[in-house]
């Protein structure tokens, strides 16, 4: 079992900078492939950053290509998600999900485990 908490969401304007950070519990956390995903308004849930276990490899969607950036620390048991250059667009909830397998995925039904989630909101 994996709990995962997200924080650092909030209120910022275009182009400014957001970090956010996803705390899991349990002691395999280095076990887990993580990805970031979000969901706006009337729209589904989408594939935001994946990283593998090591954090050798990261994927990211086309519309965060260079302005996101996914890391981890394995040793404190966290992702993050740098967000620079933030668009309106960008606004939804921010989730980060981990999955076991270690197949770094952008499928949202390959993670097992999912946090609440965290707002965030670009204004122009």
């Known amino acids: 079992q994996v709990q995962l908490v997200e924080s650092g969401g909030g209120l910022v304007q275009a182009g400014g900078s957001l970090r956010l950070s996803c705390a899991a519990s349990?002691?395999?956390?280095?076990?887990?492939?993580m990805g970031w995903f979000r969901q706006a308004p009337g729209k589904e849930r989408e594939f935001v950053a994946a990283i593998s276990r090591r954090g050798y490899n990261t994927y990211y969607a086309d519309s965060v290509k260079g302005r996101f950036t996914i890391s981890r620390d394995n040793a404190k048991n966290t992702v993050f998600l740098q967000m620079n250059s933030l668009k309106p667009e960008d606004t939804a909830v921010y989730y980060c999900a981990a999955d076991y397998s270690g197949v770094v995925t952008t499928n949202s039904y390959e993670y097992d485990y999912w946090g609440q989630g965290t707002q965030v909101t670009v204004s122009s």
């Open positions: 349990g002691r395999t956390f280095s076990s887990y492939t």
